[in-house]
């Protein structure tokens, strides 16, 4: 509802030519008139509008025709306008407040969506950080291997060892250094990516404290239902809920432009209460509380536009547009179903790939060690034994190694599983809780994912 309120006052002096038979010769009308006008108008969501008003107003007039100078008009005014084809039906007039409130639930969906993808992100980056520690502590146990074997051959220097095996050695000694260096800088690196993305004001990129991860990968298998799966993903995901807000906008616009072909068929009513005094404003309102002097005005407006080609244009242009919006849900729905079906595969390759990594890690562990029996039996330190022996390491810490990086991408997978059901947020404890506002009758409701 509105409150109004219009006041107006004007002081006039205007000459006049003479009157009567005698000439007078040319004189002045002088009229003052004060008027204030309050009410409360209100739109309809039927598409009318109801006016309620009272005015009163000073009248003085001198010369005048009639026996005072000086009087007071008083009225109370009650309007309506509805249309009754054309713009009628709260389903039309609500539309613009339908169309905000949706264009509010897509911003939301748009958040949903970038929640989803940083908390994916900072996952990711948890288990990039786990790889580097891994890679680390491997790397560090090789070196001190190649140390203990480069003291053992220096120390046998006197026996059967040769300057050329100890060189060698050192080589391979440098060399585990360089792996160690790199790979301590590469957890450095995964550490402040890590802290870039959690944004935490006790962990500050620029300050030097390192994260170190508490939680190692599984490598337990997940039971999934792909029937399952895909209803979730079409239920949950952020995309598919705002392909589904725009079906309603598409819908929306469809009706009003529906509307829109129908006849101006408008009907106003008013009706006027009128009062009069010659003392003060109070006379004038006690003779409306009376309801001597009512009028009653009606009117009705009728309009056509002949052919009315520009609604029926406008009418099949919102028809296909909402067949695009159902077509584009399609196509997401679509997107949707085969990034399920792609997560479901990633997740039982990588798992698959975790069983070969911890094979290949066993075989090079078995191999390393028949080489250290072979070495405690009295086996020859000769440069091709002490090659082998050197390369096998670096094959044992190149699959343990690839183990753990299989077991990571197996934790990525399964994140990534739950980023394409859109729920991910609620895997992770992410609380997600926008002020939604309430849907207005008739609308249909767009379901939100558990926690919102």
Same mark, same amino acid.
């Given at each position: 509802?509105?409150?109004?309120?219009?006041?107006?006052?004007?002081?006039?002096?205007?000459?006049?030519?003479?009157?009567?038979?005698?000439?007078?010769?040319?004189?002045?009308?002088?009229?003052?008139?004060?008027?204030?006008?309050?009410?409360?108008?209100?739109?309809?969501?039927?598409?009318?509008?109801?006016?309620?008003?009272?005015?009163?107003?000073?009248?003085?007039?001198?010369?005048?025709?009639?026996?005072?100078?000086?009087?007071?008009?008083?009225?109370?005014?009650?309007?309506?306008?509805?249309?009754?084809?054309?713009?009628?039906?709260?389903?039309?007039?609500?539309?613009?407040?339908?169309?905000?409130?949706?264009?509010?639930?897509?911003?939301?969906?748009?958040?949903?969506?970038?929640?989803?993808?940083?908390?994916?992100?900072?996952?990711?980056?948890?288990?990039?950080?786990?790889?580097?520690?891994?890679?680390?502590?491997?790397?560090?146990?090789?070196?001190?291997?190649?140390?203990?074997?480069?003291?053992?051959?220096?120390?046998?220097?006197?026996?059967?060892?040769?300057?050329?095996?100890?060189?060698?050695?050192?080589?391979?000694?440098?060399?585990?250094?360089?792996?160690?260096?790199?790979?301590?800088?590469?957890?450095?690196?995964?550490?402040?990516?890590?802290?870039?993305?959690?944004?935490?004001?006790?962990?500050?990129?620029?300050?030097?404290?390192?994260?170190?991860?508490?939680?190692?990968?599984?490598?337990?298998?997940?039971?999934?239902?792909? %029937?399952?799966?895909?209803?979730?993903? +079409?239920? /949950?995901?952020?995309?598919? *809920?705002?392909?589904?807000? !725009?079906?309603? #906008? $598409?819908?929306?616009?469809?009706?009003?432009?529906?509307?829109?072909?129908?006849?101006?068929?408008?009907?106003?009513?008013?009706?006027?209460?009128?009062?009069?005094?010659?003392?003060?404003?109070?006379?004038?309102?006690?003779?409306?509380?009376?309801?001597?002097?009512?009028?009653?005005?009606?009117?009705?407006?009728?309009?056509?536009?002949?052919?009315?080609?520009?609604?029926?244009?406008?009418?099949?242009?919102?028809? %296909?547009?909402?067949?695009?919006?159902? +077509?584009? /849900?399609?196509?997401?729905? *679509?997107?949707?179903?085969? !990034?399920?079906? #792609? $997560?479901?595969?990633?997740?039982?390759?990588?798992?698959?790939?975790?069983?070969?990594?911890?094979?290949?890690?066993?075989?090079?562990?078995?191999?390393?060690?028949?080489?250290?029996?072979?070495?405690?039996?009295?086996?020859?330190?000769?440069?091709?034994?002490?090659?082998?022996?050197?390369?096998?390491?670096?094959?044992?810490?190149?699959?343990?190694?690839?183990?753990?990086?299989?077991?990571?991408?197996?934790?990525?997978?399964?994140?990534?599983?739950?980023?394409?059901?859109?729920?991910?947020?609620?895997?992770?404890?992410?609380?997600?809780?926008?002020?939604?506002?309430?849907?207005?009758?008739?609308?249909?409701?767009?379901?939100?994912?558990?926690?919102?």
């Amino acid at each position: 509802a509105v409150l109004f309120a219009e006041f107006n006052q004007e002081k006039l002096d205007t000459p006049r030519p003479p009157t009567g038979f005698v000439n007078s010769g040319f004189g002045t009308q002088q009229t003052s008139n004060t008027e204030l006008t309050t009410g409360v108008r209100k739109l309809l969501s039927i598409g009318g509008q109801m006016t309620a008003q009272t005015r009163f107003s000073r009248q003085y007039q001198d010369p005048t025709i009639f026996t005072v100078n000086e009087f007071y008009n008083a009225d109370i005014l009650l309007t309506l306008q509805q249309p009754l084809l054309r713009n009628f039906g709260s389903n039309v007039n609500r539309a613009q407040i339908e169309l905000a409130r949706n264009a509010r639930a897509e911003v939301v969906q748009d958040l949903r969506a970038t929640l989803i993808d940083a908390v994916f992100v900072t996952e990711q980056a948890y288990w990039n950080l786990v790889l580097a520690r891994h890679r680390l502590l491997v790397r560090q146990r090789l070196l001190e291997r190649t140390i203990k074997d480069r003291d053992q051959i220096e120390a046998r220097q006197v026996i059967d060892a040769t300057p050329a095996q100890l060189t060698e050695a050192n080589s391979f000694v440098g060399l585990r250094r360089v792996e160690l260096i790199r790979a301590a800088q590469d957890l450095l690196s995964a550490s402040d990516a890590l802290k870039r993305l959690i944004y935490a004001k006790d962990l500050p990129v620029a300050g030097d404290t390192q994260i170190l991860p508490v939680d190692d990968p599984v490598d337990l298998p997940i039971e999934y239902s792909m %029937l399952d799966a895909i209803s979730t993903a +079409l239920r /949950y995901r952020p995309e598919l *809920q705002r392909r589904l807000l !725009e079906i309603q #906008d $598409a819908s929306i616009r469809q009706r009003v432009a529906d509307n829109a072909r129908l006849p101006l068929l408008d009907v106003a009513a008013t009706m006027q209460i009128n009062g009069l005094g010659d003392d003060s404003v109070d006379d004038a309102y006690d003779l409306v509380t009376e309801a001597d002097f009512v009028d009653y005005l009606i009117g009705v407006q009728f309009e056509v536009p002949i052919g009315n080609r520009g609604p029926e244009a406008l009418f099949r242009q919102r028809q %296909l547009e909402r067949k695009q919006s159902v +077509l584009n /849900y399609q196509a997401t729905a *679509q997107q949707a179903v085969v !990034e399920v079906k #792609d $997560a479901l595969r990633d997740i039982y390759a990588s798992y698959l790939v975790i069983g070969a990594a911890r094979d290949t890690r066993r075989s090079a562990a078995d191999n390393l060690r028949t080489l250290g029996d072979q070495e405690q039996a009295g086996a020859a330190l000769t440069p091709e034994f002490i090659d082998l022996k050197l390369r096998r390491q670096e094959a044992l810490a190149t699959a343990e190694i690839r183990e753990m990086q299989a077991m990571t991408d197996y934790m990525t997978a399964i994140a990534q599983h739950y980023r394409t059901l859109g729920t991910l947020l609620q895997k992770n404890g992410v609380q997600f809780n926008p002020q939604v506002a309430e849907e207005f009758p008739g609308t249909s409701n767009v379901q939100p994912g558990p926690g919102d």
